[in-house]
């Protein structure tokens, strides 16, 4: 069996292997990185956008595979929140029919980081605006979100817990 991630990002596609380890429906799958060639739109500033971001990243990358995975990290709006927002990671698993969606935790980016983006940066830059890293792309290591929590919780860590809830749809099939 072989499962697509939309994406070269490290932090992603090891996401998706350390679930697929434990999963006893994909216990023999190979796992491969593909480049989405998705149009980039920046950072997704709401559910919808970022839903759909992780949906076009697994339908580019499903040919050739069983499965295909998308991973879009973007923001969504809340009324309790400091900055208006909360930042979650989304994905899209597909099976040639259909998805199956998953999110992962949602956290809060500093007030001046969400500007920046509701300007135009990507998280990425953002962060490295805010002086917060020196990393071009944090995204494509710890992520922004081991800075913040301490070294507590990494981007991997989010990518896995995304893919694992979207998961869950295929594992228990009777229920969905």
């Not at 040919?63 to 009324?79: C, I, K, P, R």
């Not at 490295?128 to 990393?135: F, Q």
């Amino acid at each position: 069996m072989k499962i697509h991630v939309g994406s070269k990002n490290p932090t992603k596609i090891a996401g998706v292997e350390n679930v697929v380890k434990q999963s006893e429906m994909f216990k023999d799958a190979k796992v491969v990185g593909v480049d989405a060639s998705v149009e980039e739109f920046g950072h997704p500033k709401t559910l919808d956008d970022t839903i759909q971001g992780a949906k076009d990243r697994a339908l580019a990358v499903h040919s050739g595979a069983d499965y295909s995975v998308g991973l879009e990290s973007g923001l969504f709006t809340s009324n309790d929140t400091k900055s208006g927002y909360l930042e979650t990671t989304v994905c899209a698993i597909y099976d040639g029919n259909d998805f199956h969606i998953g999110m992962g935790p949602s956290f809060e980016w500093p007030k001046k980081m969400i500007e920046l983006i509701l300007d135009g940066q990507d998280g990425s830059q953002a962060f490295k605006s805010l002086g917060l890293t020196e990393h071009e792309k944090v995204g494509t290591k710890e992520g922004g979100i081991h800075v913040l929590s301490f070294g507590k919780v990494n981007r991997t860590n989010l990518n896995e817990l995304a893919f694992a809830m979207a998961l869950i749809q295929l594992e228990n099939p009777d229920h969905y």
